[in-house]
T-cell receptor, first 114, second 113 residues
């Protein structure tokens, strides 16, 4: 089945540690997005990529980094510079170029600090 | 993109219609209204979208007022599985990138047995 796979479902980070959240899609979508969601809050955009080898900062990029070396993969690294990383992280994708109306989401990764 | 306003929470009896309102008074002529929902601890899911005409699909109906300043998402026969947070967003047509779209706090719909 086509879709977006996020892993792991739950992740724990120690102080000073970098952790990487995986996002893989087999939908052949050009655009991919990372959002952060805090309890009871909406989605805030961290980074987005409209095409391979290109990505842009969203509204809350500080303390995060991404790469887009392959069309199907858009990993997010939460660095030690992100002082409050505990949140639910969502990856999404979109065909781009006006080919489809919908944003497709993964099932999310819950990151917690030990 | 235009901002939207939704009530923070609503209850609906199982089997009854759930009517979720959304205000988008600053919507522009080329902005579409979209609805997504998020079941607890999952990613949001697309429901429906429209420009000015009423729309219906297998999940829901969307009613947009003539002046386009507000809309209502209708779940005709709510089930317990419809308990979720419902997001109303606006987006410029099919070509605008989603990075310009804001997902606010939405409406938490509780379907009651």
């Amino acid at each position: 089945d086509g879709g977006i796979t996020q892993s792991p479902k739950y992740l724990f980070r120690k102080e000073g540690q970098n952790v990487t959240l995986s996002c893989e899609q087999n939908l052949n979508h050009d655009a991919m997005y990372w959002y952060r969601q805090d309890p009871g809050q909406g989605l805030r955009l961290i980074y987005y990529s409209q095409i391979v080898n290109d990505f842009q900062k969203g509204d809350i990029a500080e303390g995060y980094s991404v790469s887009r070396e392959k069309k199907e993969s858009f990993p997010l690294t939460v660095t030690s510079a992100q002082k409050n990383p505990t949140a639910f992280y969502l990856c999404a994708s979109h065909p781009g170029g006006g080919n489809d109306e919908k944003l497709f989401f993964g099932s999310g990764t819950q990151l917690s600090v030990l | 993109d235009a901002k939207t306003t939704q009530p923070p929470s609503m209850d609906c009896a199982e089997g009854r219609a759930a009517n979720l309102p959304c205000n988008h008074s600053t919507i522009s002529g080329n902005e579409y209204v979209y609805w997504y929902r998020q079941i607890h601890s999952q990613g949001p899911q697309y429901i429906i979208h429209g420009l000015k005409n009423n729309e219906t699909n297998e999940m829901a109906s969307l009613i947009i007022t003539e002046d386009r300043k507000s809309s209502t998402l209708i779940l005709p026969h709510a089930t317990l599985r419809d308990t979720a947070v419902y997001y109303c967003i606006v987006r410029v047509g099919s070509y605008a990138p989603y990075q310009k779209v804001t997902f606010g706090t939405g409406t938490k719909l509780q379907v009651i047995p």
